[in-house]
């Protein structure tokens, strides 16, 4: 039987009505069309424990070991849970903190062969305050139709961590519109928080100038941006190809979410 799922934003975001603590081989491999096909998928009521997390992930790649984010230079978020080689810790004292956080796309700044996939899994929330939501734009750029990229066209993005990471010692270089490797679609992959130039443009500041007016061109295209407010027990699934996210407040209280990142396993895409 076919998963059942709902619809809950403009059907790039769909929520899973499946509990992935018993999951098998043929829901993985539906799981992982499911999200190359909507993007972000959101299942609710989760009580996973670490193994059935790390297992349930499999269905879309190949999770990252603690050794692999070592070999990516990634080592600046060292609180993982216990001693658990994949499954990492983020909460209000860990390395993202309780600031909020401008639009990225995550690992942009470093050198591996794709852009991996994240996945976030609330396991611990003080519901009594309210929390700030994380953001999502959708950015491929045939859904804003009213935004002029032609600036970009043809151009590199330099990216670099916005805080001190003494073994990351130079920007990465990618695509400033990136071609999605399993749609084939352009996505436009700058951002105000990773990205530190544009080629053709002398400073940071001007770059950052341009790729802020045009993420707000983009913020307001019709069902292109979506807040996720978390409750306990939610994990969120997202493509980070074809899309950038962030945290517009500050956490109150106690929030923990617990992280895997892996190689994105495309339907029919060449594999090594």
Excluded at 15 to 41: G, P
Aim: aromatic share 12%; glycine share 4%; charged share 25%.
């Amino acid at each position: 039987m076919p998963l059942q799922t709902t619809d809950i934003f403009h059907d790039w975001v769909h929520e899973v009505h499946v509990d992935l603590r018993s999951i098998t081989d043929d829901t993985k491999a539906e799981l992982n069309q499911l999200l190359m096909d909507k993007h972000v998928l959101l299942f609710r009521k989760q009580r996973l424990d670490n193994e059935q997390f790390l297992n349930a992930i499999t269905s879309f790649g190949e999770p990252w070991t603690r050794t692999r984010e070592l070999n990516n230079r990634m080592d600046h978020t060292a609180q993982y849970d216990g001693v658990h080689d994949y499954v990492e810790e983020v909460s209000e004292v860990g390395t993202a903190g309780t600031f909020s956080i401008s639009f990225h796309t995550d690992c942009l700044h470093i050198n591996t062969q794709e852009i991996p996939g994240r996945c976030l899994y609330c396991v611990e929330l003080d519901e009594s305050v309210e929390q700030p939501p994380t953001q999502f734009l959708n950015s491929f750029i045939d859904n804003h139709p009213d935004v002029d990229f032609s600036f970009y066209y043809r151009k590199n993005a330099q990216s670099a961590p916005s805080y001190p990471v003494p073994y990351i010692p130079k920007p990465m270089v990618r695509p400033a519109l990136h071609l999605h490797p399993y749609h084939n679609r352009l996505v436009f992959m700058c951002n105000p928080f990773f990205t530190t130039r544009i080629e053709g443009i002398d400073n940071k500041a001007d770059s950052l100038k341009i790729i802020r007016e045009t993420m707000e061109q983009m913020f307001k295209t019709d069902g292109m941006f979506y807040e996720h407010h978390w409750q306990k027990g939610d994990l969120l699934v997202y493509d980070n190809n074809m899309s950038s996210h962030g945290r517009p407040g500050q956490v109150v209280g106690k929030r923990r979410l617990k992280r895997l990142t892996w190689d994105p396993l495309y339907p029919g895409y060449p594999t090594l």
